[in-house]
């Protein structure tokens, strides 16, 4: 790519465009320091202005990091953390075997709910929803944030039992079959809702990987919805 200066297209954005193309034909490598902007006025004829607009847009999108007294360098991927075995049952709460170690927050009641109600099935009246939340984390960083919504009425004390320390195994005993078997979850990017920006600590309407949809018990009735947002830019979900 070279730059046009008799084009409409604004000689900044054109550099922007080329820096990118440098980077993705592996002329400037991951964490690899780009020329400074002396450098790049001298090499493309540029003016000092036009090339601190683009390396300015650049650092805003998360492509370049300008690092103090050092100069500015190539962004590096964050590791991911492999969620392996994706299936439908993977961010469900009813599928754990204890829930004393995803630092789960306390477990609250939630009105009957359009939405909810025509997943579930339900028509008439009924006494809500438990939920219960609990983040993703991987060396100290929140990675996603798991919503799942359970009928009152099939777990009509699971909030008291939660909060009281009883055992996951306890909670289930003689509940077998209103356990989740298969669900119909579905992935979606999409920008996050207020709440889960505020749990993932990302700014309002970022995209996030969203997992979504009911989970059916071996009665073949509806018995958790899940609703889970992901950071795209840290998970990667294996799907065998």
Same mark, same amino acid.
């Given at each position: 790519m070279k730059l046009d200066k008799h084009s409409s297209v604004p000689l900044y954005a054109q550099l922007r465009e080329l820096i990118i193309e440098r980077i993705q034909n592996g002329e400037y490598a991951q964490g690899d320091r780009i020329p400074s902007e002396m450098q790049l006025c001298k090499e493309l004829d540029l003016s000092r202005p036009t090339v601190r607009q683009a390396i300015s847009e650049l650092v805003s999108d998360g492509i370049l990091e300008i690092h103090k007294g050092r100069g500015t360098y190539v962004a590096t991927e964050p590791e991911r953390l492999s969620i392996p075995h994706f299936n439908s049952l993977s961010f469900s709460f009813l599928n754990l075997n204890s829930y004393e170690d995803i630092e789960l927050r306390p477990v609250t009641l939630v009105e009957p709910d359009n939405e909810l109600d $025509? /997943?579930?099935?339900?028509?008439?009246?009924?006494?809500?929803?438990w939920l219960a939340q609990w983040p993703i984390h991987y060396d100290n960083q929140i990675h996603g944030w798991c919503s799942s919504y %359970?009928?009152?009425? %099939?777990?009509?004390? /699971?909030?008291?039992?939660?909060?009281?320390?009883?055992?996951?195994?306890? %909670?289930?005993?003689?509940?077998?079959a209103f356990l989740p078997n298969k669900g119909s979850v579905y992935i979606v990017a999409r920008p996050a809702r207020n709440k889960e920006a505020v749990m993932l600590e990302i700014p309002r309407r970022?995209?996030? /990987?969203?997992? $979504?949809?009911? /989970?059916?018990?071996?009665?073949?009735?509806?018995c958790e919805v899940v609703r889970t947002a992901l950071k795209p830019e840290l998970i990667q979900l294996e799907i065998n």
């Open positions: $025509e /997943l579930f099935g339900f028509t008439g009246k009924h006494s809500g929803y %359970i009928p009152v009425s %099939i777990f009509p004390d /699971l909030g008291q039992s939660i909060s009281s320390g009883k055992r996951m195994v306890d %909670i289930k005993s003689n509940k077998y970022s995209y996030v /990987l969203s997992v $979504e949809g009911p /989970l059916y018990a071996r009665n073949g009735s509806v």
